[in-house]
């Protein structure tokens, strides 16, 4: 049935018609292929129902029997998993760089690749590139259509999938991102900022995954958070929950790319670590930054995190400055929500535990012990495939709903 269905599972590929045949589906997608007898246990369905909508789901295309389970003794049960047709598609967007991939229903990533772009030249080339690449590895997995695409900006998004007055992304003010890809590609298109996306990534494939409530925090270029409660990615009213980068915390701080001063994201994101660097470097508190600047004629990131690998004090220090007022926003973001761990994100390179230990510093010591006494904060573990499986998981949350 599966071979002759093949043709006919592209044609009819549509979403559950009902909660229960959703909970099927996202238990498939979240767990990996099961028998008949588990997916009855789990979702506490009776033996008919159970047969009655799996028979549904295979028809529309969206579930397959994937050989039989191990036997437990009596007469072995097939297993079942989603279908071969159901192929997710995932666009990173990032300041100087898109990368794509293409996922099963499980969100496995079968195939990425990705290029340097400037996204400052507006949204059209940038979602040009993004699908081309798209279709190359559409024709290279043999894939007929997309279930769905996911894409990630890096900056704030609205409700209908609207790039909305990103700092970083000149030129994609109002621009209908969501349905230039549903249009391009034939499919169901989402679009999220990048911090939602990485916590989605997370809560489906990193530490995540065992917790119901958990905070992201993203380091980098721009500075968001992620707020997973209760299991659903929490996005607010008008979608800008976690938005953090330009919280004010310093009346007399460095300006910001949104013009105020003393924003989160001026003291503590890459443009600020660079800022404090050079004003190390000028005032010769910093020599190894000090020859840096002189032989460069300028400082990057990576040679902030040299010199503070190096062992260079000030370097050090201006590293850890920045942690601690991360840390003092967690604190106040701790309390409020009372997550199960902090995952910290984007940290750039060779930085990553000297920000977490400083981090982690503050949040124990400045809140309740109430809400921190067995609250982890870790580093994130899974680099970029966590944006990758974040765009994935993104497309199959609107996918994986009954309508
Ligand atoms: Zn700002």
């Known amino acids: 049935m599966e071979d002759s269905g093949r043709e006919v599972i592209v044609m009819t590929l549509v979403r559950p018609e009902n909660p229960q045949q959703a909970r099927m589906v996202r238990l498939l997608r979240d767990d990996g292929p099961r028998s008949r007898v588990e997916l009855g246990d789990t979702l506490g369905l009776s033996r008919s129902t159970l047969t009655t909508e799996l028979d549904r789901l ?5 579930v397959e029997t994937a050989g039989l389970a191990a036997s437990r003794g009596g007469r072995r049960s097939s297993l079942l998993r989603l279908a ?32 340097p772009a400037d996204v400052r030249g507006g949204p059209e080339p940038v979602i040009g590139r ?24 890096p900056g704030p998004v609205d409700g209908d999938g609207t790039s909305i007055a990103p700092a970083a992304l000149p030129g994609w003010q109002r621009f209908p991102v969501r349905d230039a890809f549903a ?6 298109a989402l679009v999220d900022n990048d911090a939602n996306v990485l916590a989605l990534g997370e809560q489906h494939a990193g530490i995540g995954r065992t917790f119901d409530d958990f905070l992201y925090l993203k380091l980098g270029t721009a500075i968001g958070c992620g707020l997973v409660l ?11 929950a976690g938005d953090i980068a330009h919280l004010p915390i310093g009346e007399d701080g460095p300006t910001c790319v949104c013009g105020e001063v003393g924003c989160l994201e001026a003291y503590s994101g ?5 800022r404090a660097a050079l004003a190390a470097a000028r005032s010769g508190r910093s020599s190894a930054l000090s020859a840096r600047l002189t032989t460069a004629g300028t400082l990057t990131v990576p040679d902030v995190a040299a010199a ?6 000030a370097a050090q220090e201006l590293v850890r400055d920045a942690a601690r007022r991360l840390g003092r926003v ?74």
């Open 58 to 62: 295979v028809t529309r295309g969206l």
């Open 308 to 313: 503070a690998t190096a062992g260079d004090p």
């Open 330 to 403: 967690l604190v106040g973001l701790v309390s409020f929500f009372n997550p199960g761990i902090v995952v910290i994100g984007g940290a750039p390179d060779g930085l990553g535990h000297i920000l977490l230990s400083e981090i982690r510093g503050v949040v124990y010591r400045r809140s309740a012990p109430q809400a921190t006494g067995t609250m982890p904060v870790v580093l994130s573990d899974l680099a970029e495939r966590a944006g990758l499986v974040g765009t994935a998981r993104l497309a199959s949350e609107h996918v994986f709903t009954s309508g």
């Open 130 to 153: 993004a699908v081309d690449l798209l279709d190359k590895l559409r024709a290279e997995l043999g894939v007929a259509e997309f279930t769905g695409v996911g894409v990630a900006l």
């Open 230 to 240: 209760g299991g659903t990615l929490y996005r607010g009213a008008t979608s800008s």
């Open 183 to 188: 249009t391009e590609l034939g499919c169901p």
């Open 270 to 274: 890459d443009a600020g670590l660079v």
């Open 84 to 115: 071969a047709g159901v192929r997710f598609a995932g666009v990173v967007v990032a300041a100087d760089r898109i990368t794509v991939a293409v996922t099963d229903g499980e969100l496995n990533v079968l195939a990425e690749t990705g290029e």
